[in-house]
């Protein structure tokens, strides 16, 4: 390829990057709103305080005194900030919350449609082959879910920067020294936004370099190779991981509430024939189109007895199974297993691994079909999209229905605040309130009726705790 035509290439890959990440955000800001939620309100007190602080020219506080009632509770100290600046950047830039709350997610998305693709172009030259990977990847369902009902951004990221963590990992595994710098970035960049998938992903690579060891293809180049980058990313990643271990070992504090509840796979069956992505503790989904390519990967594993796509299928059905309800998990409640909370939360690695069995299965069975191809993308990207919309329909047609009752119920003013622009931002950033990383007490009674082990009900754990 001259270098005329790689430059015409790179242009087309960006623009479509830019075209795909434009259509994954547009429908949760259409009609001039965004359908905030609990956790989103957590962040926007959050991402006000980063504000504020960088708009007075101030280092952004650990202590969260915007928001929470104004309490002053240890919320930077104990989420990583830093990647929250690509949301208050643009705010600072543009002075509309609502613009940088905009741009930030557009941004996100553009970071996990080139990740993704940089891992595709790494499995494969088929172009076909890598981009329906990366289209299974960005509008999977429980990408969606995450962003927009559950606006758990912090996760968000974490499915954003997984991809480049595996790049890394397959280019170490390939003796290829730029390996350790995709890596450490990947994992420094996770450790900088929420250290749950910064565990969750440590893990994860720790199981595939015992499978390796297992196979006998661990070297000691690739130990010392994993080493340094480890060592970059700690680096990279030191101011957050400082704060959380010194607030987390100095400081009293109370803790996120003790709870493991695993996916109810008729509920989730139920949200996934109905294209519902609403938040769900237990009913979360990637998609039928995504899910209906697990199972299809899953009936080639008995007509094609060999692959390396085999061993990532195997891996992507076996967690989907083990995030099942069918495991008694609230019995696991009170170790450190209840850090997940949600098994749900397993399912960005299942995407993650039906994204490579996908792309490798296709390389091997030699695939060169464009129309099914180019059909199979456009369900993927219609129902993941649609999923988004359908939640922002029902938002709007709850917010209208509570502008027409003027007694001021509980629900009437929830629907009405929770419909989120620039008139009503800061009452959304003075709103919520949680017991989480509060000082506790130097005494603290327990409360008998509390059994983590046993209690499967959110809120009523919250409660308690």
Do not use: C
């Not at 195997?314 to 170790?335: C, D, E, K």
Request: hydrophobic share 50%; charged share 10%; aromatic share 12%.
């Amino acid at each position: 390829m001259t270098l005329s035509r790689k430059k015409t290439h790179m242009a087309l890959v960006t623009i479509t990057i830019i075209i795909l990440a434009l259509l994954s955000t547009y429908p949760a800001f259409s009609g001039h709103f965004f359908a905030i939620n609990s956790d989103g309100q957590v962040h926007l007190a959050r991402l006000e305080s980063l504000y504020q602080a960088l708009r007075s020219g101030r280092f952004p506080s650990l202590i969260n005194f915007i928001g929470f009632d104004n309490h002053g509770i240890a919320v930077n100290a104990m989420y990583p900030w830093p990647t929250l600046l690509i949301f208050v950047i643009p705010r600072l830039l543009f002075q509309s919350p609502m613009l940088g709350l905009a741009v930030g997610f557009l941004l996100m998305n553009i970071f996990t449609l080139t990740n993704a693709y940089w891992l595709a172009k790494s499995l494969s030259k088929n172009r076909l082959v890598l981009w329906l990977g990366v289209l299974a990847y960005q509008f999977n369902s429980y990408h969606f879910e995450l962003m927009f009902t559950r606006v758990a951004i912090g996760e968000a990221f974490g499915y954003a920067f997984l991809p480049l963590v595996i790049f890394g990992l397959f280019k170490i595994w390939k003796n290829d020294q730029l390996g350790i710098v995709w890596l450490a970035i990947g994992m420094g960049l996770v450790g900088n936004s929420h250290i749950l998938s910064l565990l969750l992903f440590t893990i994860l690579i720790a199981v595939l370099e015992l499978i390796r060891i297992i196979r006998r293809k661990f070297t000691r180049r690739e130990f010392k190779q994993l080493l340094l980058s480890a060592v970059i990313s700690i680096l990279m990643a030191s101011y957050s991981l400082y704060n959380v271990i010194t607030w987390g070992l100095n400081n009293k504090l109370v803790t996120p509430t003790p709870i493991l509840l695993g996916m109810n796979p008729s509920y989730g069956l139920t949200n996934l024939l109905n294209n519902d992505i609403t938040e769900s503790s237990t009913g979360a989904h990637m998609g039928l189109a995504v899910t209906l390519l697990l199972i299809y990967l899953v009936a080639q594993l008995f007509s094609h007895p060999t692959g390396q796509w085999r061993y990532w299928t195997i891996g992507a059905l076996s967690l989907w199974i083990l995030a099942q309800n069918w495991i008694n998990w609230p019995h696991f409640a009170t170790t450190p297993v209840s850090l997940l909370q949600f098994t749900m939360r397993i399912l960005t690695i299942v995407s993650l691994l039906i994204m490579i069995g996908l792309i490798l299965f296709l390389n091997q069975v030699n695939w060169n079909s464009t129309a099914t191809t180019i059909f199979a993308g456009l369900v993927i990207i219609f129902i993941g999209v649609s999923g988004v919309t359908q939640i922002h329909e029902r938002a709007a047609q709850d917010f209208h229905w509570a502008q027409h009752h003027t007694q001021p119920t509980t629900l009437v003013k929830r629907r009405l605040i929770r419909h989120l622009t620039g008139r009503n931002y800061l009452a959304n950033v003075n709103h919520m309130t949680m017991p989480d990383y509060h000082i506790q007490k130097d005494t603290v009674r327990t409360n008998p009726s509390f059994h983590p082990q046993t209690n499967q009900n959110f809120q009523l754990a919250l409660q308690q705790n």
